[in-house]
Antibody
């Protein structure tokens, strides 16, 4: 079964750090571009970051540029999002998703990140 | 940055009746490779998003044929020919021609 499973979310104080992971299974992870998308509960979807298949190219939303780092370990079939200098406005459910034909075809169930003192 | 604007933001529909959602981009979504990377996603309550349509009009695997997409350039439409109870949720358009941007979402509810 093709699957993405996020982990690593939780409660963190403003200014703190968190690393999210996304474990992929059921497909050749190393062949696909991947993204992180976030969603404040009850609100819309917001694109966060992209990484190409070998990790050599990454892009970020302006709101997280310089604070978040996307990476991947194709040997471990895992996508990461290192989040530093966290702010209250980063509070959201974070989804990892697979890119195919410029569309996001597979989504994990998400992991909740809460930034609060 | 490309801005995606959906209308309406809320759509009450009678079961068995059609529904239509519009999505307008602030710039043409025609990529240099000739494709237009406009997709539609459905998010049912409590669920992650689900891909319905990619590259304007291609139905994704397993998506019922009552869902269809159309449009070109900057104007796109998602149509549901006959709304069923399981179609309740929020629908998003997304562009991937220049980075990635989502529309605000359209909430589909049953009258």
């Amino acid at each position: 079964e093709v699957q993405l499973v996020e982990s690593g979310g939780g409660l963190v104080q403003p200014g703190g750090s968190l690393r999210l992971s996304c474990a992929a299974s059921g497909f050749t992870f190393s062949s696909y571009w991947m993204h992180w998308v976030r969603q404040v509960p009850g609100k819309g979807l917001v694109w966060v970051s992209f990484i190409n298949s070998d990790g050599s190219s990454t892009t970020y939303a302006d709101s997280v540029k310089g604070r978040f780092t996307i990476s991947r370990d194709n040997a471990k079939n895992t996508l990461y999002l290192q989040m530093n200098s966290l702010r209250a406005e980063d509070t959201a459910v974070y989804y990892c998703t697979r890119d195919v034909f410029g569309a996001f075809d597979i989504w994990g169930r998400g992991t909740m990140v809460t930034v609060s003192s | 940055d490309i801005v995606m604007t959906q209308t309406p933001l809320s759509s009450p529909v009678t079961l068995g009746q059609p529904a239509s959602i519009s999505c307008r981009s602030s710039q043409s979504l025609v990529h240099s490779d000739g494709n237009s990377y406009l997709s539609w996603l459905q998010q049912r309550p409590g669920q992650p998003p689900r891909l319905l349509i990619y590259k304007i009009s291609n139905r994704f695997s397993g998506v019922p044929d009552r869902f269809s997409g159309s449009g070109a350039g900057t104007d796109f439409t998602l149509k549901i020919s006959r709304v069923e109870a399981e179609d309740v949720g929020v629908y998003y358009c997304m562009q991937a021609t220049q980075s990635n941007t989502f529309g605000q979402g359209t909430k589909l509810e049953i009258k």
